[in-house]
């Protein structure tokens, strides 16, 4: 079945430092894949997303690159602020399975520090 | 746009009791809503898929007796937790797809989620 791996948080990091959260997935199709991010008290909200390989999404600083060869989807920013702590959800739909099931990664937490 | 409202944002109830829980979609038509369940430090888990005028469709595991799902329009689901438990304590989460349920590359748009706690 599908799945999604992210790298264990938490990840805590001087605000203006560079951000890597690493993300692979396995899915039997062609899937879409997506970054949400989850603030704390709150409900998921999109923040990237990318449909085919070597599509980059990219929103508020953030970027993603869909590698099919490596099967990844690593979340970057260049220079994260205190604001950007949440939990960062990998996900997937995939086409093969009707694209309406959603498999999330279990979540990494970023906290950044003054 | 594209706004999901869940009601409310947190409760607490007493085992044995139900709760139902809402979502709406503010600004949008849903003929498909899905229901998350998170658990602490944990990610989030289907449960199942609101089809409106429809019976829902459960994932495995999931029991339809405990957790029944009402979808009566386009703009509201209703999760219904039945005879809680302090083991039913969770976050759940609703969503919907603008557009076509089968529009795979159209984002999910979620609520902000209804913490339970069951006492």
């Known amino acids: 079945g599908d799945s999604v791996t992210q790298m264990e948080g938490p990840v805590t990091l001087s605000e203006e430092a560079f951000l890597t959260i690493n993300c692979t997935y396995t899915?039997?199709?062609?899937?879409?894949l997506f970054w949400y991010v989850q603030y704390p008290g709150e409900g998921l909200q999109l923040l990237l997303k990318?449909?085919?390989?070597?599509d980059k999404g990219s929103n508020k600083g953030f970027e993603a690159t869909y590698r099919k060869e490596t099967t990844s989807f690593h979340l970057e920013k260049g220079s994260v602020q205190v604001s950007d702590s949440a939990v960062y959800f990998c996900?997937?739909?995939?086409?093969?399975?009707?694209?309406?099931?959603?498999?999330f990664g279990t979540g990494t937490q970023l906290k950044v520090e003054l | 746009g594209a706004v999901v409202s869940q009601h409310p944002s947190w409760v607490i109830c007493k085992s044995g009791t139900s709760v139902k829980i809402e979502c709406r979609s503010l600004?949008?038509?849903?003929?498909?809503m899905f229901w998350y369940r998170q658990f602490p430090k944990q990610s989030l888990m289907l449960m199942a898929t609101?089809?409106?005028?429809?019976?829902?469709?459960?994932e495995q595991g999931v029991e339809k007796d405990k957790f029944l799902i009402n979808h009566a329009s386009l703009t509201l689901s209703t999760l219904t937790v039945t005879s809680a438990h302090p083991e039913d304590s969770s976050f759940y989460i609703c969503?919907?797809?603008?557009?076509?349920?089968?529009?795979?590359?159209?984002?999910?748009?979620f609520g902000n989620g209804t913490r339970l706690t069951v006492t």
């Open positions: 990318a449909t085919k390989a070597d």
């Open positions: 969503s919907a797809r603008v557009g076509r349920a089968s529009s795979y590359n159209s984002p999910l748009h």
């Open positions: 600004d949008f038509q849903a003929t498909t």
């Open positions: 609101s089809n409106e005028g429809s019976k829902a469709t459960y």
């Open positions: 996900a997937l739909t995939d086409r093969g399975g009707g694209g309406n099931k959603l498999t």
């Open positions: 899915a039997t199709g062609y899937p879409s």
